[in-house]
Structures are given as structure tokens and as C-alpha cells.
């Protein structure tokens, strides 16, 4: 089984559109999650149960990924006499280039694609709160509560905005990094946003 890429860049239009879509976006979260030595494969019918949607509405989503090359056939295998494609990950991140995302022409998919990541956290965090699976309140109440933050600050040094950056980036390499250790564990999501304005 060919290994999935440590990192994808995004570099035409046609790839980010694929990513533009919430399901699409959910699905790459599934395959891109858990333990970064050994991504999960899984079916369309895998998939369908841990989205909570059709599995006959992600066939064409999941043809869209495979074409962008952003997922690929991990797997074939004979089920009750019909051939099952188990799907992987085709990298294990992905980045966006400063070309296209300053492209004017491609400013829409952009658009779209942001949105996609955002809306696809947002619809998870909605589901998880309005069924009380999320802990709200005081951090000595609930040390695994949700923490939701926006600020902004007027003016920074270029230094110590690049040391704020790179201590995010840490704490997110760590987060990446952690892997199932606890069966009664609880799963954690996390979406990070940071810029800074220097023109």
C-alpha cells in the first residue's frame, strides 16, 4: 500500500474546489485523523456511519476527492459478492500556495473553501452541543470544556508576532502528533486561525 505524502500543495484551481465542499472536507478529516504512521481506510459505507449521512450521497464526493488525487483506493475486497473500495488519505496535510490564494481569479474557490473548513467544524461543534456532549462552563468545572477565542491586536512587533506563530505552530505539531493512548479517552477537535496584516 503506497504510503500517503507527509504534505500536499494545493496549487490549482481544480484541487481547492475539491475542498470547497463541507462533506468533502469531512471526509478528509476522517481519513486524515488518528495515528500519522498508519492513516485509516475506510469504506464508503465506513465513512456514511461515522458522518451520520447517505452513503449513496458521498459516492460522488468521494469521486471528486479521488480525481483531485486527494484520497486514493487503498483497497478492494469482495462483500457479499459486490467489490468494496476502501479509501485513504492521499497526504497527511496540506497547504495552500500564496499563488493561488492571491489569484483573482481564484478568489471565489478560496472563498469556498475556507468556509468549507470552518462550516464543517462549526456543523460538528453545533451536533456535539445541542446533544450535551460538550461540557460549557468555568475552567475548574470543566477542564475539557469548550474554549472559543477571537481577539486582536492593533500593533505587534514583527518579532513577537513570528515567536506568537511558531508557538501556535508547536502547539499544533503536539496536537498532531497525539494518538489514541486511553480506549476510554475522549475525542478532541481543534481549529486553529491566525494572520497577520503586513501590507
Known amino acids: 500500500m503506497q504510503e500517503p505524502r507527509p504534505v500536499r500543495a494545493i496549487t490549482d484551481v481544480e484541487t481547492m474546489r475539491a475542498l470547497s465542499d463541507p462533506i468533502r472536507v469531512a471526509i478528509l478529516r476522517l481519513l486524515m ?3 500519522r504512521s498508519a492513516p485509516p ?3 464508503a459505507k465506513e465513512l456514511a456511519a461515522a458522518l451520520g449521512e447517505p452513503q ?3 459516492y460522488r464526493h468521494l469521486k471528486q476527492l479521488e480525481a483531485a488525487e486527494l484520497i486514493r ?3 478492494t475486497r469482495l462483500v457479499s459478492g459486490i467489490q468494496e473500495q476502501r479509501y485513504q488519505t492521499a ?3 496540506f497547504t495552500i500556495s500564496r499563488d493561488l490564494v492571491t489569484n483573482e481569479a481564484a478568489s ?3 472563498a469556498d473553501t475556507l468556509s468549507a473548513l470552518f462550516g464543517e467544524f462549526r456543523t460538528e461543534l453545533v451536533t456535539n452541543l445541542t446533544a450535551g456532549r460538550v461540557p460549557i462552563g ?6 475539557l470544556g469548550l ?5 486582536m491586536v492593533a500593533n505587534v512587533s514583527r518579532d513577537r508576532a513570528a515567536e506568537f506563530r511558531r508557538r501556535l505552530l508547536a502547539l499544533q505539531a503536539e496536537f498532531d502528533a497525539l494518538e489514541d493512548d486511553d480506549p476510554n479517552g475522549v475525542p478532541v477537535h481543534l481549529l486553529v486561525g491566525w494572520y497577520a496584516v503586513t501590507g
Open 91 to 93: 497526504q497527511l496535510d
Open 56 to 58: 449513496t450521497k458521498l
Open 108 to 110: 471565489a474557490e478560496f
Open 73 to 75: 483506493v487503498a483497497e
Open 33 to 35: 485523523s488518528g495515528d
Open 138 to 143: 468555568a475552567e475548574a468545572e470543566t477542564p
Open 147 to 151: 474554549l472559543v477565542g477571537r481577539g
Open 41 to 43: 481506510v475506510m469504506s
